[in-house]
């Protein structure tokens, strides 16, 4: 299993608590070896991964500096030149029977090795929200969104074709994936929502709003902008004792100021206990206004039994039932209203929540996922064969 970022227990983001979910499952029953970049003080968790796998490897990458300058970026696209690279030579040397890439980004580079299967799990496809940025834009902004999505676009298609079979987290995301990329084979992982902390119990704080993210993320810093500027307001005046909590590490400084100004707001940093965070929340907001594959983080709220308020986007790679399992609001004035009468009735909030829950456990188990990895993996080794 390749990855560009390092699974272990307590990862911070999504996509690694994914790829440290599939290395606890898969090494039940296999032989794994794992190759990941390492960021600074990560190597603390590898001894752990060893003990777990039959091989683990790494390579030191101290991430972007400024993920907005030239010089960043061209680090991170070497880091995953060398993680390319490093592949090949651990797949010459050994043999294996199948290989998994996570990231389509990992998948830019990689040489297809013959007689190995492989397989690529798009977490996102990249190309559909830039797409709806294009779409969504007016003017010069049209024309350099037009020129991201088409990039991303030709990168992605670029990245999947070298693979025997793709995985995505949703539906949404998998047939995007086949008007846009012919011939892929392409299956779906449900991404398993709430991952060890789906059953605990809930710790509600009354007038509590939550969001929760990695805020160095710019599709993060744009929800929290929307919410704060177009929402809040309204809410805070209808609600007095409402409170917005703002959980996750890498606010910009920016943000950061705006939001110290407001005494009902607090930014949490980076919180290692992210299920006592859910579990204390009143209602969970996620204002997606691009989307792209499964919005994790409302996954986890639903299943810790908070009713989470979102966008049609948001709601897209889960599809539970607006109304019942799951609050859609697609404009600031159906948003406050949401929020405020989801602080008001508790009885309300009790019954979104339960039904979320419940709602994510029958859809998005780990023993679907399980399943559908082992079988994928059965079919496309047949194939090769």
């Given at each position: 299993?390749?990855?560009?970022?390092?699974?272990?227990?307590?990862?911070?983001?999504?996509?690694?608590k994914?790829?440290?979910?599939?290395?606890?499952?898969?090494?039940?029953?296999?032989?794994?070896?794992?190759l990941?970049?390492?960021?600074?003080?990560?190597?603390?968790?590898?001894?752990?991964?060893?003990?777990?796998?039959?091989?683990?490897?790494?390579?030191?990458?101290?991430?972007?500096?400024?993920?907005?300058?030239?010089?960043?970026?061209?680090?991170?696209?070497?880091?995953?030149?060398?993680?390319?690279?490093?592949?090949?030579?651990?797949?010459?040397?050994?043999?294996?029977?199948?290989?998994?890439?996570?990231?389509?980004?990992?998948?830019?580079?990689?040489?297809?090795?013959?007689?190995?299967?492989?397989v690529?799990?798009c977490?996102?496809?990249?190309?559909?929200?830039?797409?709806?940025?294009?779409?969504?834009?007016?003017?010069?902004?049209?024309?350099?969104?037009?020129?991201?999505?088409?990039?991303?676009?030709?990168?992605?298609?670029?990245?999947?074709?070298?693979?025997?079979?793709?995985?995505?987290?949703?539906?949404?995301?998998r047939?995007w994936a086949?008007?846009?990329?012919?011939?892929?084979?392409?299956?779906?992982?449900?991404?398993?929502?709430?991952?060890?902390?789906?059953?605990?119990?809930?710790?509600?704080?009354p007038?509590?709003?939550?969001?929760?993210?990695?805020?160095?993320?710019p599709?993060?810093?744009?929800?929290?902008?929307?919410?704060?500027?177009?929402?809040?307001?309204?809410?805070?005046?209808?609600?007095?004792?409402?409170?917005?909590?703002?959980a996750?590490?890498?606010?910009?400084?920016?943000?950061?100021?705006?939001l110290?100004?407001?005494?009902?707001?607090?930014?949490?940093?980076?919180?290692?206990?992210?299920?006592?965070?859910?579990?204390?929340?009143?209602?969970?907001?996620?204002?997606?206004?691009?989307?792209?594959g499964?919005i994790?983080?409302?996954l986890?709220?639903m299943?810790?039994?908070?009713?989470?308020?979102?966008?049609t986007?948001?709601?897209?790679?889960?599809?539970?039932?607006?109304?019942?399992?799951?609050?859609?609001?697609?404009?600031?004035?159906?948003?406050?209203?949401?929020?405020?009468?989801?602080?008001?009735?508790?009885?309300?909030?009790?019954?979104?929540g339960?039904?979320?829950?419940?709602?994510?456990?029958?859809?998005?188990?780990?023993?679907s996922?399980?399943?559908?990895?082992?079988?994928?993996?059965?079919?496309?080794?047949?194939?090769?064969?």
């Amino acid at each position: 299993m390749v990855s560009p970022f390092l699974p272990y227990p307590g990862v911070p983001h999504a996509g690694g608590k994914l790829v440290f979910f599939l290395l606890r499952v898969l090494s039940k029953h296999h032989s794994l070896v794992l190759l990941s970049r390492c960021f600074p003080g990560e190597e603390r968790h590898v001894p752990y991964l060893k003990n777990m796998l039959a091989g683990v490897e790494i390579i030191p990458f101290h991430g972007p500096v400024n993920p907005d300058s030239i010089r960043s970026v061209l680090r991170t696209i070497w880091s995953y030149y060398r993680l390319s690279r490093k592949a090949s030579e651990i797949l010459k040397r050994k043999r294996f029977d199948i290989c998994q890439v996570e990231f389509t980004e990992t998948g830019v580079f990689w040489r297809r090795q013959l007689g190995i299967p492989s397989v690529l799990s798009c977490h996102d496809i990249i190309a559909k929200p830039a797409f709806r940025r294009y779409r969504a834009s007016r003017g010069f902004f049209r024309i350099l969104n037009w020129v991201s999505w088409r990039t991303k676009q030709r990168l992605e298609n670029h990245s999947v074709q070298k693979f025997q079979l793709v995985f995505t987290l949703s539906e949404e995301d998998r047939e995007w994936a086949k008007r846009l990329y012919a011939g892929v084979t392409i299956r779906v992982l449900r991404y398993p929502g709430g991952i060890d902390f789906a059953e605990l119990p809930r710790r509600e704080v009354p007038g509590r709003v939550l969001f929760l993210g990695a805020m160095h993320r710019p599709q993060n810093v744009e929800s929290v902008r929307y919410f704060r500027e177009t929402i809040w307001p309204s809410v805070k005046k209808e609600v007095p004792e409402a409170e917005f909590w703002v959980a996750g590490g890498g606010v910009p400084k920016a943000m950061e100021r705006e939001l110290s100004c407001d005494d009902r707001v607090t930014m949490t940093g980076f919180v290692e206990q992210v299920e006592k965070m859910y579990k204390s929340a009143a209602v969970f907001v996620a204002p997606i206004l691009a989307g792209g594959g499964v919005i994790v983080k409302i996954l986890d709220a639903m299943a810790a039994g908070v009713p989470v308020v979102t966008t049609t986007y948001g709601n897209e790679g889960i599809r539970a039932k607006p109304g019942k399992e799951i609050i859609i609001a697609d404009n600031p004035r159906d948003f406050v209203s949401s929020v405020v009468h989801l602080l008001r009735d508790e009885e309300l909030r009790n019954s979104v929540g339960r039904a979320g829950r419940q709602y994510v456990a029958n859809n998005f188990s780990e023993d679907s996922l399980a399943a559908t990895i082992e079988e994928t993996y059965r079919e496309i080794s047949l194939i090769e064969t």
